[in-house]
C-alpha cells in the first residue's frame, strides 16, 4: 500500500465533508492574515511562516473536491476538518519532496529549476492587492485596448462580451461582488449564498441580474463534479507524477465551488481577484490563441507608455522612433531620460507558461532566458549604433544606458545570480557582456512607479535591484510601500471599481 504523503493527504481529505471542509480552509487562509477572525491562528501564521500559505489552501483545497466522498450537504462525513485535522495535513504536506531530490544526477542540475518551483509555490498571491489588481487590469484590457483597437485590429472589450455575455466592468464588479460576500458561518469573505445575492439586489445591486450572475458563474465556478472532469483534462494534470505538487490548479480558473444549488466558497477570495482581472488575458488566449498575443503586444505598449506618462513630464517620456536605412525602430519601445541616463524599454507582452511554473527544467529556464536575451540583444545592438554616431539617435549620445525588460507575468527568479548567468552565456556567446538590465513584470514595474511618483530616482531602485533580491533592495523604501504601492493613474481605476461596491454594501 501506498504510504507517501501525498498519498496520506489524498486519503484523508477523502474522508471530510466538502463543503464544511471547504469553508474551514477559506477560513483558516483569512485568519492567517487577519487577527479578527482568529487571534490564535494568526499568531502560529506569524510565528510558523508557511505553515498556512496560499499555494498549500489552494493544493488542500483541490485535493479535497477531487477526493471527498461526502459531496451532499445533506450527509454527515464521520471526520471533521478542524484545527489539529489541518496540522497534521500540513506536516504531511512539507514531507513531499521536490522531484530534484529523488535524481541520482542532482548535484549537477541547474538550482534555477527548484527556485523557480519553490518560488512560484511560496510567493504566489502574497503580494496582491486588490486596488492594482483591478486599476491595472482595467486599464490595460479596457481602456487601453479599446483605443487602440481599430489600430492592431482586435478589440479586446468587444471580444471578451462576446465570449462571456457580459462587459469586462461588470465581470469585474460582479468579481468584487463574490469577493466580499460574507455568508459563511466564520464572517470571512469568499463565502457566498443566493440569498445574500438576492438581498444585495434588493438594495441596489442592480447589476445582479438571473441573467449576469450566471454568465459570470459559467465563468468562474464548477460543482464538484465538473471540477474532478476539468483536473484530468489538459492543461491540468502533469505528465511526470512527480511533479503534483506544481500542477496547475483548476481553482485558478474557477475560484469558486458551488457546494449547494445556493451556495459558493472561494478557498483562497485572493483567486477571484485574479481571476476577473489577470483571468481576463487566458481568456482571450485560449479563444483566439495567435490572434490575440500578436495584438496584444502593442497593446502591452501603449499601457506602459501611458504608465510612464502618468508619472513622468512628457517631455522626457520618447516613443521608439523610425531611423535608417534600412528602416529600424528604436532604441527602445519607450526611453525615459533621467539626468545622464537612458532607461531603456523593451516590452514583451508574455506570461510564463505552465511547464515554466510547474517543472521548471533546465529547457524551460533556457527557453525564457533566450527571450529575455534576444530583447536584451536587440536594445544592444540600437545603443551600439548611438555610440557609432547614428544622426537619428543623437539625443542619446553620450548618455548611460539602462535596460529595462518588461513583461506582463513575473519570472520568478529572473534577477538572481542563477538565472542571470543563463542570460548571459547567451549574450555572451553573441560577444555582449558586461550590460546593465533589470526584467520586471508588470505589478512589479507599477510598485516601483508608486516610488518614482514620490520622487525617488528610478535609476537609484534599478541599481539597488542589480545588487540585491527585490526584498532587500526595497527595504528603504517599506514606509513609503506600506502607504501607497500603486501608482495614482492605478489606484484611482482600482479605486472606482471598488468604491461601486462599497456605495451598495450589503446590510
Known amino acids: 500500500m501506498n504510504n507517501s504523503p501525498f498519498y496520506t493527504i489524498t486519503e484523508r481529505l477523502g474522508g471530510f465533508k466538502l463543503d464544511d471542509a471547504l469553508i474551514y480552509l477559506n477560513f483558516l487562509l483569512q485568519a492567517s492574515q487577519n487577527p479578527a477572525l482568529d487571534q490564535s491562528i494568526y499568531t502560529f ?86 486596488l492594482q489588481s483591478f486599476g491595472s487590469a482595467y486599464l490595460l484590457f479596457y481602456e487601453t485596448a479599446a483605443r487602440v483597437a481599430t489600430s492592431v485590429r482586435y478589440n479586446i472589450p468587444e471580444r471578451f462580451r462576446q465570449l462571456s455575455g457580459i462587459s469586462i466592468e461588470q465581470f469585474m464588479h460582479l468579481g468584487f461582488i463574490f469577493l466580499a460576500s460574507k455568508a459563511g458561518p466564520y464572517g470571512a469573505i469568499g463565502t457566498i449564498s443566493q440569498e445574500y445575492l438576492n438581498k444585495a439586489k434588493m438594495q441596489g445591486l442592480d447589476i445582479l441580474t438571473d441573467e449576469n450572475i450566471q454568465r459570470f458563474l459559467d465563468m468562474t465556478s464548477c460543482d464538484h463534479e465538473a471540477f474532478r472532469q476539468v483536473a484530468i483534462r489538459s492543461p491540468y494534470p502533469v505528465s511526470d507524477p ?20 445556493d451556495r459558493w466558497v472561494a478557498p483562497n477570495p485572493a483567486l477571484i481577484i485574479d481571476r476577473v482581472t489577470l483571468g481576463i488575458y487566458y481568456d482571450l488566449l485560449d479563444a483566439d490563441s495567435t490572434q490575440f498575443t500578436q495584438s496584444f503586444g502593442t497593446i502591452f505598449e501603449e499601457y506602459v507608455g501611458d504608465l510612464l506618462k502618468s508619472v513622468y513630464p512628457e517631455t522626457i517620456v520618447l516613443r521608439e522612433k523610425v531611423y535608417g536605412q534600412p528602416q529600424k525602430r528604436g532604441p527602445a519601445d519607450w526611453v525615459v531620460i533621467e539626468g545622464d541616463t537612458a532607461i531603456l524599454f523593451e516590452c514583451k507582452s508574455f506570461i510564463p507558461n505552465l511547464n515554466f511554473v510547474s517543472i521548471s527544467s533546465q529547457a524551460d529556464i533556457e527557453q525564457y532566458a533566450r527571450r529575455v536575451a534576444n530583447a536584451i540583444r536587440q536594445t544592444h545592438q540600437h545603443i551600439n549604433e548611438i555610440q557609432a554616431g547614428e544622426p537619428q539617435l543623437q539625443e542619446f549620445t553620450g548618455s548611460v544606458f539602462k535596460i529595462v525588460v518588461l513583461t506582463v507575468g513575473r519570472i520568478q527568479t529572473v534577477n538572481t545570480v542563477f538565472f542571470k548567468q543563463e542570460i548571459d552565456t547567451i549574450l555572451a556567446a553573441k560577444g555582449i557582456s558586461n550590460l546593465s538590465y533589470t526584467v520586471l513584470s508588470l505589478q512589479e514595474f507599477e510598485l516601483l512607479l508608486s516610488l518614482v511618483e514620490r520622487d525617488v530616482l528610478l535609476t537609484e531602485l534599478l541599481d539597488r535591484l542589480e545588487g540585491e533580491n527585490q526584498g532587500e533592495a526595497l527595504t528603504p523604501y517599506q514606509e513609503m510601500l506600506s502607504q501607497n504601492a500603486t501608482p495614482s493613474l492605478v489606484a484611482q481605476k482600482g479605486e472606482e471599481i471598488i468604491t461601486f461596491f462599497r456605495n451598495h454594501q450589503v446590510s
Open 45 to 130: 501564521a506569524q510565528d510558523n511562516p508557511g505553515a498556512i500559505s496560499d499555494f498549500k489552501i489552494e493544493f488542500l483545497a483541490k485535493w479535497l473536491i477531487i477526493k471527498s466522498r461526502f459531496t451532499s450537504p445533506i450527509i454527515l462525513s464521520p471526520s471533521e476538518l478542524n484545527w489539529q485535522a489541518y496540522l497534521e495535513l500540513s506536516m504531511l504536506y512539507d514531507q513531499i519532496d521536490d522531484p530534484i531530490i529523488h535524481d541520482p544526477n542532482f548535484k549537477n542540475r541547474n538550482p534555477v529549476e527548484v527556485f523557480v518551483r519553490m518560488q512560484y509555490q511560496q510567493l504566489q498571491g502574497q503580494h496582491r492587492l486588490a
Open 242 to 261: 512527480e511533479f503534483v505538487l506544481y500542477e496547475f490548479n483548476p481553482l485558478k480558473k474557477f475560484p469558486l465551488l458551488q457546494v449547494h444549488y
